[in-house]
C-alpha cells in the first residue's frame, strides 16, 4: 500500500490503494484501465478521473444527483454482479462530462454511468439500454 | 468478416465461451439469444458506438484545459437547488482533496 508508482507529471504522489481499475476499460478507451479519481473541494461536485498510465487522458465526472436528484438508473443484475456489491455503500456512482464552450452548454452523459465499487476499487461504465436517460444531457437550464 | 449461414435453433461458438444462438427469425428482424459469461459486456452495436463517440468527445474536450471550479461555480450559480438531496458517498480517496 505505501508502493508510490511511477508518477506522470501532472499527476500527484498515490498509492495503489488509490487507483481504480476498470478492467474492460471504458467504450473507445479499452486498452486505459487504471485511473486516480483526483477530488478538489473547490470542484466538488465534479472531479477529474486521469488515467494513471499511457498518454495523458482525463474524464470530468460529477455525481448525477447533484444536478438531477432523482436520477436512478436501473442496471441488470448481472451487471451488478460484476461489481460485486455486498452493500450500497459501497458503490460510487459518476456520469462523464463532456465539457464545452461556453460552460453551460456542457452535458453530462446519464446513459453511460460509471459505477465504482470503493471496496474493491473496481468500475465499469454500465449502459442504460432503455429511454429514460440520455447521451447529452445538460447540467444546467 | 467471417460469415456463417445458420438456421433457426443453430449457433455459433465464439472463443469456447460465448455462444449466439439464432432463436427467430420474422421477416427481417432476426433474435438472437447469447450465452457468455457475466462479465462479458454484450450491447447493441449502435448503443454502444454512441457511447464511445460521446466518451471520444469528453476526452477531446478536456484538452481545451477548463477548469472545473468554473462548472462548479456554474452549477451553484444556475444548477438545481437541492433542498432535500442527500449527500451521496463522497470518494475520499484523496486524504489531501478532502472536504
Given at each position: 500500500m505505501d ?13 495503489d490503494?488509490?487507483?481504480?481499475t476498470?478492467?474492460?476499460g471504458?467504450p ?8 486516480l479519481?483526483?477530488?478538489?473541494p ?7 478521473m ?5 498518454p495523458?487522458l482525463r ?7 447533484s444536478?438531477?436528484?432523482?436520477y436512478q ?5 448481472a ?8 452493500d450500497?455503500?459501497?458503490?460510487l ?7 464545452k464552450?461556453?460552460?453551460a ?13 470503493i471496496r ?7 449502459i ?8 447529452r444531457?445538460?447540467l444546467?437550464? | ?8 435453433g443453430?449457433?455459433?461458438?465464439i ?5 449466439i444462438?439464432?432463436m ?7 433474435k438472437l439469444?447469447?450465452?457468455?459469461p457475466?462479465n ?11 457511447i ?7 476526452a477531446?474536450?478536456?484538452?481545451a484545459?477548463?477548469?472545473l ?5 456554474l452549477?451553484k450559480?444556475g ?5 432535500e ?15
Open positions: 508502493a508510490t508508482l511511477t508518477i506522470r507529471p501532472g499527476l500527484p504522489p498515490f498509492t490503494e488509490q487507483v481504480i476498470f478492467p474492460e471504458l473507445g478507451f479499452e486498452q486505459v484501465r487504471r485511473y479519481i483526483l477530488s478538489v473547490e470542484h466538488e461536485p465534479f472531479h477529474w486521469e488515467a494513471v498510465e499511457g495523458r474524464f470530468a465526472l460529477v455525481n448525477p444527483l444536478f438531477r436528484p432523482d438508473p436501473k442496471i441488470k443484475k451487471d451488478l454482479d460484476t461489481l460485486h456489491i455486498l450500497p455503500k459501497e458503490l456512482l459518476y456520469v462523464i462530462v463532456t465539457l464552450q461556453p460552460l452548454e456542457s452535458t453530462a452523459n446519464l446513459m453511460g454511468p460509471l459505477f465504482i465499487n474493491e476499487r473496481v468500475g465499469r461504465q454500465i442504460i439500454e432503455n429511454d429514460a436517460y440520455g447521451l444531457e445538460r444546467v437550464d | 468478416m467471417l460469415v456463417l449461414t445458420r438456421k433457426v443453430e449457433s455459433i461458438r472463443d469456447g465461451r460465448i455462444c444462438t439464432v427467430e427469425v420474422d421477416g427481417r428482424t432476426i439469444g447469447i450465452d457468455a457475466r462479458v459486456p454484450i450491447h447493441r452495436e449502435e448503443v454502444w458506438l454512441r464511445l463517440e460521446e466518451n471520444r468527445l469528453a477531446a474536450a478536456e484538452a484545459d477548463i477548469d471550479g468554473s462548472m462548479a461555480d452549477l450559480q444548477g438545481l437547488t437541492k433542498p438531496e442527500k449527500p451521496k458517498t463522497e470518494p475520499g480517496k484523496k486524504p489531501d482533496g478532502k472536504k
